[in-house]
């Protein structure tokens, strides 16, 4: 989990990122210009778009975080979800904290529970880092689901 809700963009990106020859910073979930990834402005999705985007966000509450046990919706690490006009899909997506060792592992449980279940074709994760993940973004019914783990939330 984040350290508390004061973490800063910055103290995010120190914890993984690293530098090139030209002290640019360079690394995974660095931008190619060293910017921390956050989610781009969208365009309005159609209502067709609107009913996958939900059928999608639906499907992710099958997704657990293995180390605390919750889905990704209700732990607020899915900040947004687009379609675009041929039904691909893009989650943009966070973590608790930017060094977490169960990327690949979340991918593949998301792929699966979208591309497996039909809901679309195609659908990548974009891991973003702005605004950082704090418990502020857990939802009333993750924090129900981490007192019952026997968190203090």
């Not at 993984?16 to 921390?36: C, R």
């Not at 702005?130 to 418990?135: F, H, I, L």
Request: net charge negative; charged share 20%; aromatic share 6%.
């Amino acid at each position: 989990m984040a350290q508390d809700d004061t973490t800063t963009q910055d103290q995010a990106a120190s914890s993984y990122e690293s530098y090139d020859d030209a002290g640019s910073v360079t690394g995974p979930g660095t931008g190619m210009d060293g910017s921390i990834p956050s989610v781009p402005d969208l365009p309005p999705m159609s209502d067709d778009q609107q009913k996958i985007a939900n059928a999608v966000q639906d499907s992710l509450y099958d997704v657990v975080d293995p180390e605390l046990g919750i889905n990704v919706v209700d732990l607020g690490l899915v900040y947004d979800i687009w379609v675009d006009e041929d039904g691909n899909v893009v989650v943009y997506m966070t973590l608790t904290s930017p060094a977490c060792p169960l990327t690949d592992m979340l991918e593949d449980q998301s792929t699966d529970a979208v591309v497996g279940r039909g809901i679309a074709d195609n659908m990548r994760i974009e891991w973003v880092w702005t605004p950082p993940w704090g418990p502020h973004m857990i939802t009333e019914e993750g924090r129900e689901q981490l007192r019952a783990l026997g968190f203090a939330v």
